[in-house]
């Protein structure tokens, strides 16, 4: 791409020429569409001219063509342009729970399992006694990271650059021999909705969940379940998108994050809550950066993350200086401009 870079307040430089598209394709599920929007509008906040590509729009005069969110929803768009530069921005998992899985990991993970997929479908969420319904997360965590990384090995034989979310996923691919650089997806207030301070509002939602309650491994329903018997102030949003979450939001002090898998990373739900004055109380994760745990948000193990939403609740100060802290982050950093200035140098 030929860019004029200018010198910013870090020791990065951002580009200031691009005419950028960003794919949309025909499978985009709802967060793919909100990634898209807010890269089209940190395109605009660059000053570049920037539209949404579909399969069969027309890809001429791009500069760069940017490829957002599930990997398996924009490859087809990518791997069909030429004459620009194809930047593939992922937030999927890609780095596994164990090092070496087992033969069962290793078949759920390979292409052998792709035409039962379908079929299983019905079968999910069918109970099963503990030990085998450990066997069926892991094994649908292993199909899930397997389809995630076939993705992501056929766009590196594609795209120019490949861009992950978070840096323990950098580090997965490049133990695959992938290259790929570390920018979290930034904010946006076309999408997140406008900085909403933590003292404003009424906050009468104490604690809110945009986690499913629906979770593959049935001691993770256990807990999750055992919230919502104890806790009648607790709200789960799993369903709401758009300007309807971001209100809700705008009416929670607390938002308890619960993830698909140990020490995923979950930047986007951090943005979210973040931008509407909320405080996230998140299992660990295994690389936050840019985020810091005590800093941005507040980090404690699954079955003690409503006590220490509770712990949180009763130090209002606290909450308070975290929910700035990490709108400053937001404003500064993690700005959709400057992420996308890095994602496309």
């Not at 870079?5 to 020429?17: D, F, Y």
């Not at 939403?309 to 990490?326: K, M, N, Q, V, Y």
Request: proline letters at 7%; hydrophobic letters at 45%; charged letters at 25%.
């Amino acid at each position: 791409m030929t860019a004029t870079a200018a010198a910013t307040t870090s020791s990065e430089a951002v580009a200031v020429s691009c005419t950028l598209g960003v794919a949309l394709g025909r499978t985009a599920d709802q967060l793919t569409v909100e990634l898209v929007q807010a890269a089209l509008a940190g395109g605009a906040e660059l000053g570049w001219p920037a539209r949404p590509v579909g399969e069969t729009d027309d890809r001429s005069g791009l500069t760069a063509l940017l490829g957002i969110g599930y990997q398996g929803s924009f490859g087809s768009i990518l791997a069909a342009a030429s004459g620009c530069r194809r930047v593939a921005w992922m937030g999927e998992i890609v780095n596994p729970t164990v090092s070496e899985p087992g033969p069962l990991r290793r078949l759920a993970r390979s292409r052998a399992m792709k035409p039962l997929a379908y079929p299983m479908r019905p079968f999910k969420r069918l109970p099963l006694p503990g030990p085998l319904d450990r066997a069926r997360a892991a094994a649908t965590l292993e199909r899930d990271l397997g389809r995630n990384l076939r993705d992501v090995d056929a766009l590196a034989g594609t795209v120019d650059r490949i861009v992950v979310t978070s840096r323990d996923r950098q580090a997965a691919l490049a133990e695959r021999g992938i290259a790929s650089v570390a920018v979290p997806f930034g904010y946006a207030a076309a999408v997140a909705g406008p900085i909403t301070p933590p003292e404003v509002g009424d906050r009468d939602i104490v604690f809110a969940s945009l986690a499913r309650v629906d979770f593959r491994r049935a001691d993770r329903r256990a807990i999750v379940g055992e919230w919502s018997a104890v806790e009648p102030r607790l709200r789960h949003f799993d369903g709401s998108w758009g300007a309807p979450r971001n209100e809700l939001l705008r009416r929670s002090k607390i938002v308890l994050n619960v993830s698909r898998s140990p020490g995923n990373f979950v930047g986007w739900r951090l943005l979210l809550a973040l931008a509407a004055g909320a405080v996230v109380v998140s299992e660990p994760m295994t690389d936050p950066y840019p985020f810091a745990p005590g800093i941005h948000y507040v980090e404690a193990p699954l079955d003690g993350l409503l006590a220490a939403a509770r712990d949180l609740e009763a130090d209002e100060p606290r909450r308070r200086r975290i929910a700035s802290a990490g709108q400053a982050l937001l404003e500064g950093e993690l700005a959709m401009s400057r992420c996308l200035s890095r994602a496309i140098p």
